[in-house]
């Protein structure tokens, strides 16, 4: 039988429930900072504006991703904030040269294409940032997965420890 305790984290959701809630998130502060772009760009250099708006979608992503998209039960900490930062300077490369190339391509681009590149190329750059979130920054760490085994497997002071073999499947029935 296992217990549940108060302070133990949210389960971690599987990888289609967590893509969809990532395709959510962040692709919701995706849409809204590829609009965001496109009106500061206006008063801005383009490179410029693409920076601040990563800024601060990055720091609004991280935080809903914590939150709902890969249950880990809470705020980001600061280093998942600078993983996530980590990857999210690799999203803005790739949208920064899409859409440099495109204005290297054609010479005034319409507005509607700039959006279509910038959106193909932050949705690029978006499933590598979910393999990245959940393989990497919001990933269980073993210590944390040690701690939830024994939290829920706890042996009786009167039962004696199974070998150093023994699979964790097997110290859960031996409680």
Not at 23 to 41: D, E, H, P, Q, R
């Amino acid at each position: 039988m296992e217990k549940v305790q108060s302070g133990q984290r949210a389960t971690q959701p599987g990888a289609i429930a967590a893509f969809a809630r990532f395709v959510l998130c962040g692709g919701g502060v995706g849409l809204a900072s590829s609009f965001g772009v496109g009106a500061l760009a206006s008063w801005i250099p383009w490179v410029l504006a693409n920076a601040l708006i990563a800024v601060l979608s990055t720091l609004l992503a991280t935080e809903l991703h914590a939150r709902f998209t890969f249950g880990a039960g809470g705020r980001a900490s600061r280093r998942q904030h600078a993983q996530s930062a980590g990857s999210a300077v690799a999203a803005y490369a790739v949208t920064c040269v899409a859409v440099l190339t495109l204005r290297q391509l054609v010479a005034a681009p319409d507005p509607m294409l700039e959006q279509v590149v910038y959106l193909s190329a932050s949705a690029l750059a978006g499933v590598a940032r979910f393999a990245v979130l959940r393989l990497y920054v919001f990933a269980r760490t073993r210590s944390q997965a040690a701690g939830t085994l024994r939290a829920a497997c706890t042996l009786p002071a009167t039962v004696a420890r199974p070998s150093a073999h023994a699979r964790p499947a097997e110290l859960c029935r031996a409680a």
